[in-house]
C-alpha cells in the first residue's frame, strides 16, 4: 500500500499565523489526494480533493499545491476553528491510505 | 442535505462478529457513482479504510482485513452494513460510514460509532 508521511506531526501556531503542512507519499499519485480536519470526537471533514481543489463550504484561507510524491496544505491566516489535527489522503491506488495526521495547536 | 448515522454493539466479545449498520439519507446509492465505505480510527491513530460498495453492487475490501470482511446494501432501507469476523481488541475503535461520489474521496462522513473489544 501507498505509504504518506506528514510533517511535522504537530505544530503550535497562533491566530493569525500562516501554516503549512506537507504530505510526502511513497510513490506518484498525480494529483489524486485529499486534505481532511478533524476535531476531537468529531468525523473528519473533507477540505480538499485533487490537491487544491475546495470542498465546497471550506473558507478560502485553505489551499493545497503538488503533484506526484509532494504536497502541502497551507492555512493563510489561523483562524480559532482551525485548530484540529489535519490527514491527507490519497486515492489514487486501492486501498485509499492516510497520512498520520499532523496535529495543530494554539501556541 | 447528506447525512449518515452508524448503528451497532459499543462492546463485542473477542472473536464473536461486529455488525455494522449505515443508515444514510440525502442521496442514493442506486444513483451513479454513489458509493459508500466504512472506516474504523483507533484511539490516537489515523483512519484506516476497511471497505466500500458502490450504486453497481461492486464490493471492496481491505487488502489486510479482506478475508474478515463482509460489505452489503439495502437499497429499500437506505442502508449498508458491515460484517467483521474474529474480533479481536485491536479491532478496538470508532468505525466510520462515509460517502464517496468521487471514487476514494469522502465528501460526507457518519458521526461514528466506538466499538470496543473485550470480554
Known amino acids: 500500500a501507498i505509504q504518506l508521511t506528514q510533517s511535522p506531526s504537530s505544530l503550535s501556531a497562533s491566530v493569525g499565523d500562516r501554516v503549512t503542512i506537507s504530505c510526502r507519499v511513497s510513490q506518484g499519485i498525480s494529483i489524486a489526494l485529499a486534505w481532511y480536519l478533524q476535531k476531537p470526537g468529531k468525523a473528519p471533514k473533507l477540505l480538499m480533493y485533487d490537491a487544491s481543489i475546495l470542498e465546497s463550504g471550506v473558507p478560502s484561507r485553505f489551499s493545497g499545491s503538488g503533484s506526484g510524491t509532494q504536497f502541502t496544505l497551507t492555512i493563510s491566516s489561523l483562524q480559532p476553528e482551525d485548530f484540529a489535527t489535519y490527514y491527507c489522503q490519497q486515492f489514487d491506488s486501492y486501498p485509499p491510505t492516510f497520512g498520520q495526521g499532523t496535529r495543530l495547536e494554539i501556541k | 442535505q447528506v447525512t449518515l448515522k452508524e448503528s451497532g454493539p459499543a462492546l463485542v466479545k473477542p472473536a464473536q462478529a461486529l455488525t455494522l449498520t449505515c443508515t444514510f439519507s440525502g442521496f442514493s446509492l442506486s444513483t451513479n457513482l454513489m458509493r459508500v465505505s466504512w472506516i474504523r480510527q483507533s484511539p490516537g491513530s489515523a483512519p484506516e479504510w476497511l471497505a466500500r460498495?458502490?450504486?453497481?453492487?461492486?464490493?471492496f475490501y481491505s487488502p489486510s482485513l479482506k478475508s474478515r470482511l463482509t460489505v452489503s446494501k439495502d437499497p429499500s432501507k437506505d442502508q449498508v452494513v458491515l460484517t467483521m469476523t474474529n474480533m479481536d481488541s485491536a479491532d478496538t475503535g470508532t468505525y466510520f460510514c462515509?460517502?464517496?461520489?468521487?471514487?476514494?474521496?469522502?465528501?460526507?462522513w457518519g458521526q461514528g460509532t466506538l466499538v470496543s473489544v473485550s470480554s
Open positions: 460498495i458502490d450504486w453497481d453492487g461492486d464490493k
Open positions: 462515509a460517502r464517496g461520489s468521487n471514487n476514494y474521496v469522502f465528501d460526507s
